[in-house]
């Protein structure tokens, strides 16, 4: 049997009301399908709250004995002084009023199990509605992280952009000064780079190949070595998985002599002086 059809055996089974080759389905059924056999546990809980009500030994007499009690309110106090009498109730044609009764009762109980099966039905319908819509939230939220991720790496994509137009426009400058830095022991073979500056531009920058990725909490950092100042920090930049970036720098102090250009790795945010590793260095051409 398909799955609605299981769905729509289950009220029957929750009240014992299925033949026996729609039971054995039902249970194969629900072996496998955790909705079906949360739904059948609520059905089952729903009927079990109206076992009184369809308590097949005393509906018959509880409904007859509140019967007699609306429609004859003294006979109870009358009953044994009134012999004639009670021989007179006793032989009254009950058999028409109880099978109505039992029918009230009968119809009573079936509204009752129709309104609790409804109950469970939106229950239901309602914990699936939580669901879907708590999958619909997380979908939504992984698809703001996406696109929290995809700007941030074209907003990196621009900064690189930007960063190597500008290194373009210094390349052009007819005043421009480079320093080439060779890489020292602590780099790979084949790292370097290339300082550019050009004081009519008000710019410097650096182009670096082949250093390693930066470390977490650390930061590659520039440095102008001056006779005057010694190391002075000239910008700070990070490396990704290729090894090559293009940073802006800050220009030499000016009136001070150039002596040489060096990148250390320093702790994240950078540092006065350098503390690090030397990674290139170099001297003005």
Wanted: net charge negative.
């Amino acid at each position: 049997m398909e799955h609605e059809e299981i769905k729509a055996l289950l009220p029957l089974a929750a009240v014992d009301r299925l033949d026996a080759d729609e039971a054995r389905a039902l249970e194969e059924h629900i072996r496998g399908c955790e909705e079906c056999a949360l739904e059948l546990r609520e059905y089952r809980e729903a009927a079990a709250s109206l076992a009184t009500i369809l308590d097949p030994a005393g509906a018959e007499e509880r409904i007859w004995n509140r019967l007699e009690a609306r429609m004859h309110p003294a006979a109870s106090s009358t009953r044994a002084a009134a012999g004639d009498r009670e021989a007179k109730r006793a032989s009254r044609p009950a058999s028409l009023w109880r099978p109505a009764a039992i029918l009230m009762g009968a119809a009573a109980a079936a509204a009752a199990i129709y309104a609790a099966v409804l109950t469970v039905r939106f229950g239901v319908l309602d914990r699936q509605d939580a669901r879907l819509l708590a999958a619909m939230s997380r979908q939504i939220t992984q698809l703001q992280d996406e696109l929290a991720s995809a700007e941030s790496e074209v907003a990196a994509f621009d900064r690189v952009l930007d960063d190597r137009s500008k290194l373009e426009r210094i390349l052009m400058q007819p005043d421009l000064h480079l320093t080439r830095l060779e890489p020292l022991p602590a780099s790979p073979k084949g790292a370097g780079a290339i300082v550019a500056v050009s004081a009519a531009n008000h710019a410097a920058m650096i182009q670096v190949n082949g250093l390693p990725p930066t470390p977490e909490g650390k930061t590659y950092e520039l440095w102008w070595i001056t006779k005057e100042s010694g190391a002075v920090a000239a910008g700070l930049f990070q490396v990704g998985a290729s090894g090559s970036i293009a940073a802006p720098a800050l220009l030499p102090p000016a009136g001070q002599h150039l002596l040489a250009s060096a990148v250390t790795l320093e702790p994240a945010g950078g540092v006065s002086k350098p503390t690090g590793q030397m990674y290139l260095k170099g001297n003005p051409s």
